[in-house]
């Protein structure tokens, strides 16, 4: 009997499934073609050359239809589940946070703020205080890199001054009961202090810029308070010195209240240069403060007051809804 009479009934060639049967069905797959080119036969019954899955290539199949649609079903219905989640979760994170803010605003105000934002800033006050020291300077900078000029806020300085007639009073004195007037030449005859240190405005920008004047503690040891006891005034004694300094513009149009820890630090000052040159009338002539240990808002451009004072002052921005210590 040849090979071919002794292979079982309905087998193909080599190769080749019993008939009736797919691969696919049963789950097996099928080792490719040694050769990359078969025969194929055509309608006519020619034969033609096709391509054929290289060998060691993944078999690429088809997915069921049914079975795609059902899991893009699947997916489009977790979908719309999230959405919904998330529309509902955004919309009671909105609720949450339009009813604390109207809780917020709805409170009673201190000082121009409702009560819980004037707490958080007094707590901030209390830590900058605590920070402070008379020992820790601001950076100094070479004059040389003194930055661009930059002119920023004019509230109080609507008209210019005439520097040789412009006089500064001077109240809380412990030797007058009254004012004293003072003139530029009263700061000049102190001694000389010059600095070049970054003026940091609280809009986030900052300028390096080189300063000339007096110590404002050398102002007050020239012109001392009234003490709180009545004796003569010592730095000896800080708790008998009045806690806080006032000062503002001519036209009273913008004040500052600052506490007289920060005056004292050695780097505040009365000054009357900037940049190697007298102070321009957009910059606060003939005399502003300098006090690097602040926010720019607590630098007074044209002082036309000073008064030590047991109470805290009032001050232009606090007014406004801006911590009243604004320290750096």
Known sequence: MSEDQRKPEGAGGAGEPPLGESP???GRTEAAPASPVAAAVTANGSTVEAATTPPGAPEITTPDPRELEAWNEQVRRRMAQRSRRSFLGLGAGFLAGFGAWRWLVTRRDIDGDPWPFRQVLQVNEQLARDYFSSRRLAPEFKPSQVSPDRVNGDVGLDDDVDVSTWRMSVEGLGASDGPLMLGLDAVKQLPRV??????????????????????????????????????????DRPLDIPPYVSMSTPDSGYYVGLEMESMLHPQT????????????QE??????????????VKNIKRIGSIRYTTLRPADYWAERGYDWYIGL
Not at 214 to 227: C, I, N, Q, S, V
Not at 284 to 291: E, S
């Open 24 to 26: 696919i069905a049963q």
């Open 283 to 296: 910059h606060g002539a003939p005399l502003r403060l300098v006090i690097p240990v602040k926010y720019g």
């Open 269 to 280: 000052l009365l000054c009357y240069e900037r940049n190697g040159a007298p102070l321009t």
């Open 194 to 235: 010059e600095m070049t240190t970054e003026f940091k405005c609280i809009e986030g920008w900052s300028v390096i810029v080189q300063w000339a004047g007096a110590r404002f503690k050398d102002f007050m040891k020239a012109y001392p308070p009234a003490t709180l006891s009545g004796a003569d005034f010592s730095f």
